[in-house]
């Protein structure tokens, strides 16, 4: 008896996390259905695949000089992105780079949305802490956010740990916003009054009932964001205030290569498309899951 | 004498508005007993909703009971903390919704909804809370329970929606039950036999429940007792049987009147003329006079006492005073 229960029980539970992939299914769907939302995905896919599998694809260390080898031109034999004016293969640049912007753009954005979360998700449900946070994220929003950064790392002091703090109190007032605007929509539904009625507490609500209405939102602003902080990383090394030489960042090999754009301009250009393709593979994505998290379109 | 379950006393519950404080609900008293079935009838703004509401102590963040007293199983629920009162709602006493298309969270399954009352309340492990929540959608009528658990409200009619609404509510085992227009939603059909399950589940747990409505058809399926609001004043109050065959107030009157008769061909529908007054509103003497046809210079300055025309039956209005005189007189007369 025993065992025929708990396969009945494992059945239904099963049939439980089937109704939950549904929603998970569908918005797959409708997302493959956007090409262009399928390109970004395939780009950042690669690299995440660089950044996992970075020290197995490359034959050189990304910091390692060889001065014989400097300045090769894109497809010289053995280094066919080239080196740079230290000799270093910029494929290996390009690829280590690849983790350090995906890991900075990760952690960055997620600080930044649990910071953003909490104060949003406070603000819009009482009433009374309104006023003051959205004053306090007011404040934030008077710097322009790369002069806040800015700030905030000569605060600091220079390091990708820096930059990382920073982007992320850059995110927290847009986050912030937007997650106080959805709970302002969503805690006056009727399904928010009959949890209550039901007699659930406010942080019982609050965290599985209201958040959870406001993913949506939050999965875009998280996606567009991670092109925003790889972006603003790789900005804010080329001013020389994050990532410190030898290391890979993409912003400063740009700034190594200014000096060299007549010699080897595919010093500045490799890392510069290399930045370009996962911003806008990050941007397109992040287009995509809105229209395909947006129940009121109809991609047919 | 029937156990008493919730007394209300004198109930007023106020609104800040960008007009000052406005009552929406002026000093309204009844009582549910075990096992009864009390309906508050009146057309929409009267303040039905709001009663039921304060009962809950689920006001709106700008609305607040500024006088009067809830006792419910002997508690007073107005002074009570907002943690003990947690404790009641959902396990003690429980409410249902107009719109069942709304009162479902939409990305939840109905089994993830069914489990919260039974885990908050209960402190059931989330495989026990399941089979009970399986039960409980058993004993609501709706067929595949199990399948059902795991779908969404979306996936569900309204009428199964309005189901589960009402087996999340009884998961506990309430002994109060309040029902805002819990059909009001609904066709018809549906709406007969949603009728019918809080009937039999009223009876099959002895709960009280307290039914807001503003259809008389639904007062005359379901009452044993009938509370009539207007303006957010209890005007009359009676058995189901005495308001029917015998209604005081014009208003309630004019309530019956409104309601089409298919029977009769001939049957012209009257309506009550006007609209309810603002909640801003100043007026004095009673709060229906502008509409009510018999209203006399004492309706529009003196607002009306509480007439009793029998054991169960009271009503607010001036002409009660005239009658209960005219008959007093009669049986004087008869005497001598």
């Known amino acids: 008896m025993p065992a025929s229960e708990a396969v009945a029980t494992q059945s239904k539970l099963g049939k439980q996390t089937e109704g939950k992939q549904k929603v998970i299914v569908v918005t797959l769907k409708k997302l493959l259905k956007n090409r262009l939302a399928v390109f970004g995905l395939f780009i950042i896919f690669i690299q995440i695949l660089m950044a996992v599998f970075a020290p197995w694809i490359t034959h050189y260390s990304p910091v390692t000089q060889s001065l014989v080898n400097s300045e090769l031109p894109v497809g010289s034999e053995n280094h066919w992105l080239g080196t740079d004016n230290y000799g270093r293969d910029m494929w290996s640049r390009i690829v280590f780079g690849a983790r350090i912007s995906l890991v900075v753009g990760l952690v960055s954005v997620i600080l930044g949305l649990t910071g953003g979360i909490a104060l949003g998700l406070i603000s819009g449900y009482f009433r009374k802490l309104d006023g003051w946070i959205m004053r306090f994220v007011d404040l934030l929003f008077a710097f322009p956010g790369i002069l806040l950064a800015m700030l905030i790392i000569a605060m600091l002091g220079t390091s990708l740990v820096n930059v990382m703090i920073a982007i992320s109190i850059w995110s927290i007032p847009t986050c912030a916003r937007i997650v106080r605007g959805s709970v302002l929509s969503v805690k006056k539904q009727e399904y928010i009054v009959a949890m209550k009625s039901l007699g659930a507490g406010n942080s019982r609500i609050l965290i599985k009932h209201i958040l959870p209405n406001c993913m949506a939102p939050i999965i875009v602003f998280a996606t567009m964001r991670m092109a925003t902080a790889i972006l603003s990383t790789s900005a804010l090394s080329f001013l020389g205030l994050g990532a410190q030489p030898p290391t890979p960042e993409w912003g400063a090999m740009i700034a190594a290569g200014q000096d060299y754009m007549w010699t080897s301009p595919h010093m500045t250009i490799v890392p510069g498309i290399a930045i370009m393709l996962v911003v806008f593979a990050f941007n397109v994505l992040g287009d995509g899951l809105r229209d395909a998290l947006d129940p009121n379109m109809d991609l047919g | ?336």
């Open chain 2, 1 to 336: 004498m029937a156990e008493l379950l919730l007394d209300v006393n004198n109930l007023v519950t106020k609104f800040k508005t960008a007009d000052g404080k406005l009552s929406a609900v002026r000093g309204v008293s009844f009582s549910v007993n075990k096992g009864e079935t009390v309906c508050i009838v009146g057309e929409s703004g009267c303040g039905k909703s709001i009663t039921s509401l304060s009962i809950m102590n689920l006001l709106p963040n700008n609305g607040e009971i500024s006088e009067g007293s809830v006792r419910f199983l002997g508690q007073e629920l107005t002074k009570m903390r907002q943690d003990e009162l947690r404790k009641l709602r959902g396990n003690k006493m429980a409410m249902i919704f107009q719109e069942p298309m709304t009162a479902l969270n939409p990305v939840f399954t109905v089994g993830f909804q069914i489990r919260e009352p039974l885990k908050i309340h209960k402190r059931l492990s989330q495989r026990e809370a399941h089979r009970k929540g399986i039960e409980l959608l058993k004993q609501v009528g709706i067929p595949y329970p199990e399948k059902r658990m795991s779908q969404y409200s979306h996936e569900l009619s309204g009428g199964m929606r309005q189901r589960v609404m009402i087996a999340i509510a009884l998961a506990c085992r309430p002994s109060l039950l309040i029902a805002d227009e819990p059909t009001t939603a609904l066709d018809v059909t549906i709406q007969a036999q949603i009728l019918d399950l809080i009937d039999d589940l009223k009876e099959e747990l002895g709960m009280g429940v307290i039914m807001v409505t503003h259809d008389m058809g639904v007062v005359a399926e379901v009452a044993d007792r009938v509370m009539v609001m207007y303006a957010g004043e209890k005007i009359e109050e009676a058995d189901v049987e005495s308001l029917f065959s015998n209604p005081q107030h014009p208003y309630t009157k004019g309530l019956l009147k409104s309601v089409p008769n298919v029977d009769d061909r001939n049957h012209q529908l009257e309506a009550i003329p006007g609209t309810l007054p603002n909640l801003n509103e100043v007026i004095t003497g009673c709060r229906f006079h502008n509409r009510c046809e018999f209203a006399t210079e004492k309706c529009r300055t003196q607002s009306p006492k509480t007439f009793t025309v029998n054991d169960e039956h009271t009503v607010r209005c001036w002409l009660q005073e005239v009658e209960q005189h005219d008959e007093s007189a009669a049986t004087a007369s008869s005497n001598q």
